[in-house]
Structure formats: structure tokens, C-alpha cells
DNA sequence: CGGTCTCTTGACCTCTGTCAAGTAGAGTGG
DNA sequence: CCACTCTACTTGACAGAGGTCAAGAGACCG
């Protein structure tokens, strides 16, 4: 059995950390004792740049956020989203520059923690390293799935992929209180992540509501029947390594 | 200034390595030291599968290769490559279940060394958990790129920053010898390395050709002008993460 | 030297992009 | 509570990149 994670500013990291990661209750505190400050971002706002070296590690508190990739051409892709409890940037511990840019999708709050803290805990407490580890190896197994989305799926599977995956990843850190009430993007940034146009994007959610897979009212949009949706998608969810504890 | 890398059968795995990371004589030595064997597939054969578990860790000795998914519709997706050096799969020792495909693009010759043997090694020597880690970090800012590949370059520019990609990364670790002579890919391959079907690489390979920048001659592909490929693609390597020394 | 697997090519189709104009929410200030 | 404005969303007409189908030509292999 789990040990139960502690309550406090750290929790929600722990949380995503111990739904895929053991972590005895020294560790956790250990973790919880991180000494960090918070910091607010605006939607939009960079959070890092590409280019950028960072001495810090953020973790979402809050809100969502973003990795994205330009071309020189104009052409900007979103190539990873994370939710509340995520930490941002592991990679900086071990890789000099930044390889892309780091955005807000909404207003979030950040945690931050100095990334020689950071590295202090994870020299000293094997289970962590691991544990970042692990999160550093899902993050890119949802890359490849994202790969095949991108690839192999038209507008419509691609779309409904992506909530489904959203729906799923909510799922594992917030337990009880916040699932996917409302999408929290715009059709433009849907069409970032989608490699679509935001006007096929508005086509798609259109045809995605006539088959009763997605609710509407006014702007919103929320998942109306996740049946339904990953029927369209073909979703598995192995890719997203839930449960991977004893592994 | 590096110490050079000691030759013998590990020896092109530990120039991957080095390309990225710095070790020490000792840390080289514990890794040429280490029990293995050695295996050959040939061309299309699978290595490892979706949903399997693996007590191996498999590098890349001589030949190419490449992991893969698939839709149920029968969409298929090539979603990395991975060329001589290269180790294979690093993440079995973190989760527990392969969650693709991998598969030999040519014959292939594999160095198999017990996952166990690989944990001891990269419990006891920090450096090399370290190097290990960057080189995950880099396969999943790859990964990356290919996203912005995938979901916002046409098809010309797409098959350029391939072509481009691969030939930079055997440059890394095969300075002398063994360069892009030939792409090693059918066009099929090419296809579903791409998202695009194989009469249109057919078609953009005539165009890539027309432009001088790719010569072709009976069913070969090579390189004819990277200078003319880097312009298309609108290439830039820093996503390679290539001379992260001192980082 | 026959068989098989790629590659080529042309005709045609369709999904998604482009352009452009109009509508409707959400926020702001009066 | 009502303008006003800004942004996001809608919609239709049209364009174009890339997909599909199918047949034929080359390569490579035993």
C-alpha cells in the first residue's frame, strides 16, 4: 500500500510523481521540503525561451502550459502540453540549452525550485532520481503517440486523441476535483497542437458535436461522451504508463 | 581535453556518449568492460514489441533502426531512428512495458548486454547514469523536432531536414568513415518516417533531385548537396544537442 | 533467368488550407 | 445596464497539397 502523499504546496507534484513512482515516506517529505517560491504568469506569457539556460525547475501549480516549436516560415507547433502537478523542466539538470519554448496556456502559478536543490535531492535520494526518470521517459512515450497522431490520424481521430489523452492525464493527478469541464484552448491553439488550421479545427469540433462525442455552449467546449471519443480515436492508454508501480 | 575512447566492441556505444557527455578513463573502462554478447536480425525483423518486457539492453553495433507504431486502421508510423552507437532501449530499465515497436530497417547487428549489468553499472558510477539520461533527453528533443516536422513542413522541407538529420548525427559518432553514401530507407520507409505515402515521397525525391539537391541513381538515394538540403529544410542542429560537454 | 519487390507515372479524388466576410462572446468603461 | 471594442468563433467558396488506384518498368535475388 501507497503511503498517503502529504498536504501541501508540493502535493500535487508528489502526486503525479507517486502515480507512476514508489516513493517511500522519506522521500516524499524530503520532496515536500523542497525550498522553493511561486511566481504567476499571465496566459501567453513565456515561461522559457529557447536559446535560455535555466538555473531553476518550475512546476505547475496551476493553469496549463506548453512546449512549442517555431519554423522559420511562421509555422509554430505544440509539442507537449502539461498539466497542474508537471514539472516543466528536468532537462536543464542534465542538458546545457534550451531546445524550445516554454509557454503558458492559461493564467498559471509555478513553483520554483533552484535546480541545485533539486539536484541535491535527486544525488542523495535514489528513488527520486528514478522517479524523474520515469517522468522524463513518459513524457516522451506521450511524444511518440503524439508522433503517430500527427502522422497517421486524420483531423477528426486527431482531435478526439488528444481529449481522450487530456481526460486520462487529469484523471491521474486529480483524482477527485478537476477533469476536463472545459477545454481550456482556443481553436487557434488546438490547431497548434493538432497541426491543423484553427478554421479545420472549428469544422472538426462542429462534426465532433453532430456525433454527440463533444458538448458546446458559447465558446466552451467539454468532453460529452468519452465512449464515444475513444471510439473515434482508436485510444489506448498503455502509452501514458499509468500504474507503472513494481516496474 | 577528452581522453580517447578505447577500442573494441563497445567502442562506438561509448563515442555516442562521448559525443555528449564527458567520462572519466575509469567510467570508459567500466563500460568496455562490459559482459555482452552479440545478436543479428535481419531487415524488418522486430527486436522488441509493444507490450513486451525486456531484461536486455540492446545497442546498435552496425546496420540502422527504427521504432514504430501503428493505428488500428493500419496507419504505421515511424517515430525514431536509430543509427550505429545508439543504444536501444534504456528505458526498460525504468518501466516496465515497451509501449512500441522496434524493428531492424537493415540487417542489423546488436550488442546485448543484461539489463542487470547496465543498472549495476549506472547505479555505481554517476557520470555514466548522467550520460545516460542526456542521451534519453536527446532522443526526446528529437522527438520534438519531428513533431514541428510532422504537423508543419510540407513534404519537400520535410524529407530535407531528414536527409539533413541523419546526416549530422552520423557525423557525431563516425567522424571518419561512414557517411549518408546511400539512405538506407525504401521509399515506403521514407513514408512512414514522414506521415506521407510512398508515391509521394516518390514524387518529392524527384523534386529533392531536380533541385540538385539529392542525387539518385538506380534505387540509390545520396546526399548531393547539404548545403542545398540545410536551405530547404531550413535546417538548424542545435535540437541535436550536439557538444553538450561542460553542460 | 524467372520471380518478386520496389519504383514510376498518370489520372483522378479528397482532405485540409486559404481567404474573406460576418457573428457572437467577454471584458471595459460609462 | 448599456455601448464599445477586441478577440475568438463561424461560414462559404475556392484552391491545392497530398492521397488513391492501377498499370507498367526496373532492380535485385536465388
Known amino acids: 500500500m501507497q503511503p498517503r502523499p502529504m498536504v501541501g504546496t508540493l502535493d500535487l507534484f508528489l502526486r503525479k510523481l507517486l502515480s507512476h513512482s514508489l516513493l517511500s515516506t522519506d522521500d516524499q517529505a524530503a520532496i515536500a521540503a523542497l525550498p522553493h517560491s511561486r511566481r504567476r504568469f499571465d496566459a501567453n506569457d513565456y515561461i522559457l525561451r529557447e536559446g535560455d539556460q535555466s538555473d531553476a525547475c518550475p512546476i505547475l501549480l496551476s493553469g496549463f502550459a506548453y512546449r512549442q516549436k517555431a519554423t522559420e516560415e511562421g509555422g509554430r507547433q505544440i509539442v507537449a502540453l502539461k498539466i497542474p502537478g508537471d514539472a516543466l523542466d528536468f532537462q536543464s539538470m542534465y542538458v546545457r540549452t534550451i531546445d524550445h519554448n516554454l509557454q503558458a496556456l492559461t493564467p498559471v502559478d509555478l513553483i520554483i525550485v533552484a535546480l541545485s536543490d533539486f539536484e541535491k535531492l535527486v544525488r542523495s535520494r535514489p528513488a527520486i532520481a528514478r522517479a524523474v526518470i520515469v517522468d522524463i521517459l513518459i513524457e516522451a512515450s506521450i511524444g511518440r503517440e503524439w508522433l503517430l497522431n500527427l502522422g497517421r490520424r486524420n483531423a477528426l481521430a486527431r482531435l478526439a486523441h488528444l481529449l481522450c489523452e ?82
Request: charged content about 25%; glycine content about 8%.
Open 166 to 247: 487530456m481526460h486520462y492525464r487529469l484523471l491521474d493527478t486529480h483524482a477527485e476535483g478537476l477533469d476536463l469541464r472545459d477545454v481550456p484552448m482556443t481553436q487557434e491553439q488546438l490547431a497548434d497542437l493538432l497541426g491543423l488550421t484553427p478554421v479545420h479545427i472549428n469544422r472538426t469540433l462542429k462534426e465532433l458535436e453532430r456525433r454527440g462525442a463533444v458538448a458546446r455552449h458559447g465558446r466552451g467546449v467539454r468532453i460529452g461522451n468519452i465512449v464515444a471519443l475513444r471510439a473515434l480515436a482508436n485510444f489506448s492508454d498503455t502509452y501514458l504508463h499509468r500504474n507503472n508501480h513494481d516496474g
